[in-house]
């Protein structure tokens, strides 16, 4: 079956350090993966977006790698901040018309 | 700044009730959804439509209905309220229209309890 994995449900990191989270994913041939960062009781709101053909994209201070053999995108924030803290998630675009999200990934900078 | 605009935030209902949870955006969107999102299950699809009357059914329809009677408005139904329906709903748009993109604009969410 199809599955997509964000590698913790929690990460706890010092301010000022690089939070790298992980989405995995098997049974899919995604035409492009999207990040989105959400905050508590909010909707999702877009972040980045990297396709099949792109190993690497940055936003700021974000930056989104993008591995198809592994089936793995990696999804860092350096010089974190205590703003950064929220929920972010992975979703990936096959060739339907259709997202599939991850279930996220709780990120906590502490001061 | 577009929006997409979720009518009611936090909702209580008792079991059997219909419920409407409606959503409008201003972006001129071809494409509108409903996910609902539950601890540890991640955003789940439930309907989705690409043009006004049309609709999809997405991975998890049974127990929903939806509308599109104009562009911008895409209304989630419950026929009958069940416990199990307690979730947060969010309502997202995209500009299906040459991008191939698909980034969804979502709503704030609402907050559904049925009791």
């Known amino acids: 079956s199809q599955k997509i994995e964000q590698n913790s449900e929690a990460l706890n990191i010092q301010e000022g350090k690089t939070a790298t989270l992980t989405c995995n994913y098997t049974n899919y041939s995604p035409a492009y993966l999207q990040w989105y960062r959400q905050d508590p009781g909010r909707g999702p709101v877009f972040l980045l977006l990297?396709?099949?053909?792109?190993k690497e994209k940055r936003k700021e201070r974000l930056k989104v790698t993008f591995d198809t053999t592994l089936k793995q995108s990696l999804f860092h924030i350096t010089a974190s901040q205590p703003a950064d803290s929220a929920t972010y998630l992975c979703a990936l675009k096959t060739g339907a018309n259709n997202l599939f999200f991850g279930t996220g990934t709780r990120l906590t900078v502490i001061p | 700044d577009v929006k997409v605009t979720q009518s009611s935030r936090y909702l209580v209902k008792r079991t059997g009730e219909k419920v409407f949870l409606e959503c409008v955006q201003d972006m001129d969107h071809e494409n509108m959804f409903w996910y609902r999102q539950d601890p540890g299950l991640g955003l789940r699809l439930i309907y989705f439509?690409?043009?006004?009357?049309?609709?999809e059914k997405g991975d998890i329809p049974e127990g929903y209905s939806v509308s599109r009677e104009k562009k911008e408005r895409f209304s989630l139904i419950l026929e009958s309220a069940s416990t199990n329906q307690t979730s947060m709903y969010l309502c997202?748009?995209?500009?299906?229209?040459?991008?191939?993109?698909?980034?969804?604009?979502f709503g704030a969410g609402s907050r559904l309890t049925v009791l």
């Open positions: 997202a748009s995209t500009d299906g229209r040459g991008s191939g993109a698909n980034v969804l604009t």
């Open positions: 990297i396709r099949e053909n792109e």
């Open positions: 439509s690409y043009d006004v009357k049309m609709k």
